[in-house]
């Protein structure tokens, strides 16, 4: 549901649309987002729109920067989610795959 909202302000009815979630269901999703403070919302017209708040997710990356070298114990960069690391990983499996 961040990843949908990264994108950009979102109703309920276009965040439900990629899950197999009801409605009221997502929005108890988004209510504990909001809780976390990950999420805000704003009325627009008849509808409520809702972004992702930046702040947590930047202090959450300062609180995991310690922990950094457990998932990269060679001291690269972060590069969590990025297609770079994706594409390290895929290429990681298949050399794994091919040795065994």
């Known amino acids: ?4 909202l990264a994108g950009g302000e979102r109703a309920v009815v276009e ?3 990629p899950f197999r979630m009801s409605q009221p269901a997502i929005s108890q999703h988004l209510r504990v987002l909001r809780r976390a403070g ?7 017209g ?5 972004r992702i708040e930046p ?7 300062v609180w995991a920067e310690p922990f950094r070298r457990l998932m ?8 969590i989610g990025s297609s770079q690391h994706a594409a390290a990983g895929r ?9 065994s």
């Open 1 to 4: 549901m961040l990843d949908l």
């Open 15 to 17: 965040l439900s649309a």
């Open 38 to 44: 990950l999420v805000r919302m704003r009325p627009a």
């Open 46 to 50: 008849r509808r409520t729109l809702y």
């Open 55 to 61: 702040a947590p997710l930047a202090e959450l990356f």
């Open 72 to 79: 990269d114990p060679s001291g690269h960069a972060w590069a």
């Open 91 to 99: 290429a990681r499996r298949k050399a794994d795959e091919r040795k």
